[in-house]
């Protein structure tokens, strides 16, 4: 069963609010260390972070990553970005290829480079930050590296099962950070949901559904179409079938 206790952890993007409360209560549950990655580390007051360049859309960066961070027992990759523009008929090809780079491939390469490491112990595990939006596609471009992403988790622990990796997905609305500054809405402190995302790991759970959002979106995966985008009711021509 993983643990945070006395493991060795490394978090992409830990410097943003999701990272940091990361760090902090990786700490808190018994880390001995956490790498606490990003594309420009920033210094820590706690001898037990280790700060580690890694830019996550770059192979030989995730390569030197791996090669440091060789003792690592739980990997977490949260890193994720936003695109200026979230529609898929609007948002730039440039924007579009970067953002499924970060949020799809990168945690992908990511969890292929670390896997031969956590196979070779035991209690080990991956976390992958996903988003309501892995189910709901009011974000376009966002939508789709997440819900690629989604699949990507849910292939991976059918890879990395038999190698004793234990694999767990994370689904979670608007996060009190900058990146949901924009949003007026309920938003889930970022400690509320590192404490809920860290007892589900040493539950042995495969998902967190961390908010009532979440839960809703997915009971609404199996029902028509419609009622999940209940604007195609409007969008129907005239006489449709």
Known sequence: MPTLDNAVVLITGANGGIGTELVTQALARGARKVYATARVPRAWDDE???PISLDVTDGRSIAEAANTADDVTVL???AGVVPASWGLLTVTEADLRANMETNFFAPVLIARAFAPILAARRGTAIIDIHSVASWYAFAGAYSASKAALWSAT???RLELAPEG???M????GYVDTAMA???DGPKLQPATLVAEVFDALER???EVIADQLS?????ALSAPIESLYPELQAAKPTGAL
């Open 76 to 78: 977490i990759n949260n």
């Open 154 to 156: 849910n292939s991976l």
């Open 181 to 183: 500054a924009h949003s």
């Open 165 to 167: 990796v234990h694999v």
């Open 169 to 172: 997905g994370v689904h979670m």
């Open 204 to 206: 042995g759970d495969y």
């Open 48 to 50: 037990r972070v280790v």
């Open 215 to 219: 839960r809703e979106i997915k009971s």
